[in-house]
């Protein structure tokens, strides 16, 4: 047996547009984040996965046998319920020790718990002595984190976690689950992620309740046309047929609908240079975030609004699931500083709360390595 240890990590993510549409069949512009989750792993020729972390006292012991058992532990579910969906799907998984070093932020946003499932099973695919296929472990991992964890994400913080590349977001469409990567390039600025740190702790039943209504409307729509998701309609398509909607839902839908629009134009500005109009469809997803979808809050209001005030930035808006977290921020390059000092500022004075700035990159997926 093959007892050398391995370091393997899956990263981070951050996504430009495209919010709340992964789950509608909509397409999404993530990009892995230089933070990452690294996992120490060392096959250890027992029955068991002896999980630790860098930075918790922690320890749990997950017998191989009984992977159903731990959906209660409240760091240890995310591990557990990856090796268990990774076995129910035919895998062999082989005892070992894994030492977590999570270096996405917990709480923020960027998707830690993605980065753990992902490196979890990447790192038991190295385990058993299986190749690594990133985006059947991405699916994988968002079933683990659906029906083990029980939030009902959609592909994109996994897939973006197993499959992202240096430098470039990817243009993930979620109903065929394929993406083509785009170089990020954005001239004379820079991307600036904020952390609003306030807690969210209703995040999952919040994110579920979404996720049912657009599931409603969906329903509804399907009676007035043939679509397979939100994501099939164009705005103006939306426009004839959703008087059938009642008034919260319809706003549900018409976030999806018009955000799915936003994306496309997004590519279309990238594709162009033209930065402006990028900034223009951040501020547009913010506000249809806030008004239509109702996920942000005070919080990333505040931090998105100060963003949006400084001179040198032209587009700011919440990224992830919402309810707190980060926000992301298009800012000319040569006033980084100034605006860093403006928004900190601005917001804690309106919220009681200190603003992060994180210095990340955009970086690759999974990565696995020797360890010396
Ligand atoms: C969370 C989920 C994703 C996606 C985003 C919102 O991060 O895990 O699947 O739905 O929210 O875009």
Same mark, same amino acid.
């Given at each position: 047996m093959n007892m050398k240890s391995y370091k393997i990590s899956a990263a981070g993510r951050v996504n430009l547009i495209g919010e709340h549409v992964d789950y509608c069949g909509g397409k999404v512009l993530p990009a892995a984040l230089s933070f990452k989750n690294t996992i120490k792993m060392t096959p250890n020729g027992t029955n068991f996965i002896n999980l630790s972390w860098t930075t918790l006292p922690d320890k749990v012991t997950l017998d191989i046998d009984k992977l159903a058992e731990y959906k209660d532990e409240k760091y240890a579910k995310y591990q557990a319920g990856s090796a268990y969906v990774w076995q129910r799907l035919g895998h062999k998984i082989v005892g070992c020790d894994m030492e977590y070093d999570c270096k996405v932020p917990f709480g923020s946003g960027l998707s830690s718990s993605a980065a753990i499932e992902v490196s979890t099973i990447a790192a038991l695919c190295v385990a058993a002595g299986e190749e690594i296929n990133p985006k059947e472990i991405a699916l994988a991992a968002q079933k683990a984190e659906n029906e083990y964890v029980g939030m009902n994400c959609g592909i994109m913080d996994q897939y973006a976690s197993a499959c992202g590349k240096k430098n470039h977001a990817m243009l993930l469409n979620c109903k065929a689950v394929e993406s083509v990567y785009v170089p990020i390039e954005f001239g004379d600025y820079q991307l600036v992620i904020a952390n609003c740190n306030k807690p969210h702790d209703l995040v999952t039943s919040k994110y579920n309740e979404r996720r049912q209504e657009t599931e409603q409307a969906l329903a509804l729509l399907q009676t007035q046309t043939k679509i397979d998701c939100l994501a099939d309609l164009t705005v103006t398509k939306f426009d004839e047929i959703?008087? #059938?909607?009642p008034t919260i839902i319809r706003k549900r839908a018409y976030h999806v609908v018009s955000e799915c629009e936003r994306v496309r134009l997004a590519m279309q500005s990238m594709s162009t240079g033209n930065m402006l109009m990028l900034g223009e469809l951040l501020n547009a997803s913010h506000k249809s975030l806030r008004d239509?979808?109702? #996920?942000?809050?005070k919080e990333l209001d505040s931090l998105a609004f100060a963003a949006q005030a400084?001179?040198?930035?032209?587009g700011s808006r919440m990224t992830g699931g919402g309810f707190g977290g980060c926000t992301i921020s298009l800012v000319r390059k040569d006033s980084v500083e100034d605006f860093k000092k403006f928004v900190s500022e601005r917001y804690t004075k309106e919220t009681g709360y200190p603003v992060t700035f994180y210095d990340c990159e955009i970086g690759d997926g999974i990565i696995v390595e020797e360890n010396d």
């Open positions: 959703s008087r #059938v909607l239509n979808y109702e #996920v942000t809050g400084h001179p040198a930035c032209i």
